[in-house]
């Protein structure tokens, strides 16, 4: 139809389909039927371009009113002339995205603002929203892990270059003893 197809969200290659049954799936269903079917399948696309005009030709559908009978019907406004223009759309696999939790809880949320962001002010923004800052506080750290981290940075480190220093000096000692005798032997 003269639209420009954009390829937003794909599954893996490991994905496939199975015919439409209605219902709850089954774990029959889960299993692959034949590999000859792998995707990558599209799960979200952005269409753009002019879209067809359903209604060209035709009268405009009614309105329903949802006033209750025998009241008062207000006189129907005639539509004006439609003037055709370019559009985008978004289509997606299923909406369940998009519900409260999944939104929140994941990645959904940057992608239905993205989505809005292409669809409504174009795809600059887009380009931003992958810019901004991200949350990388560090989490509570309990009473006991405290204590052993400082026993460690007290103790054991200023222990341990204690060590290297004593081994250090004991190594250096026994390469002047044999320097020495080396140099009397001589």
Same mark, same amino acid.
């Given at each position: 139809?003269?639209?420009? $197809?954009?390829? $937003?969200? &794909?599954?893996?290659?490991?994905?496939?389909?199975?015919?439409?049954?209605?219902?709850?799936?089954?774990?029959?269903?889960? $299993? &692959?039927?034949?590999?000859?079917?792998?995707?990558?399948?599209?799960?979200?696309?952005?269409? &753009?371009?002019?879209?067809?005009?359903?209604? !060209?030709?035709?009268?405009?559908?009614?309105?329903?009113?949802?006033?209750?009978?025998?009241?008062?019907?207000?006189? /129907?406004?005639?539509?004006? /002339?439609?003037?055709?223009?370019?559009?985008?759309?978004?289509?997606?696999?299923? /909406?369940?995205?998009?519900?409260?939790?999944? /939104?929140?809880?994941?990645?959904?949320?940057?992608?239905?603002?993205?989505?809005?962001? !292409?669809?409504?002010?174009?795809?600059?923004?887009?380009?931003?929203?992958?810019?901004?800052?991200?949350?990388?506080?560090?989490?509570?750290?309990?009473?006991?892990?405290?204590?052993?981290?400082?026993?460690?940075?007290?103790?054991?480190?200023?222990?341990?270059?204690?060590? !290297?220093?004593?081994?250090?000096?004991?190594?250096?000692?026994?390469?002047?003893?044999?320097?020495?005798?080396?140099?009397?032997?001589?």
């Amino acid at each position: 139809a003269g639209l420009k $197809l954009t390829t $937003l969200l &794909e599954s893996s290659r490991h994905s496939w389909t199975i015919p439409f049954k209605p219902g709850p799936m089954s774990a029959q269903d889960l $299993l &692959e039927a034949e590999p000859s079917s792998n995707g990558p399948y599209p799960l979200a696309v952005m269409a &753009e371009g002019m879209f067809k005009d359903v209604f !060209a030709g035709k009268p405009a559908p009614a309105w329903v009113s949802n006033q209750p009978e025998g009241a008062e019907k207000e006189p /129907a406004e005639q539509p004006g /002339a439609v003037t055709p223009a370019p559009g985008k759309l978004i289509f997606t696999g299923a /909406a369940t995205m998009f519900q409260k939790q999944l /939104a929140q809880g994941g990645g959904h949320l940057n992608f239905f603002l993205n989505a809005v962001d !292409a669809l409504t002010l174009g795809d600059q923004l887009v380009k931003i929203r992958s810019k901004r800052v991200t949350d990388r506080a560090i989490g509570r750290i309990s009473t006991g892990a405290k204590l052993i981290w400082r026993v460690f940075v007290t103790l054991f480190v200023p222990a341990l270059i204690a060590l !290297a220093g004593t081994l250090n000096l004991i190594m250096r000692g026994r390469a002047k003893q044999a320097y020495l005798k080396a140099a009397q032997a001589g």
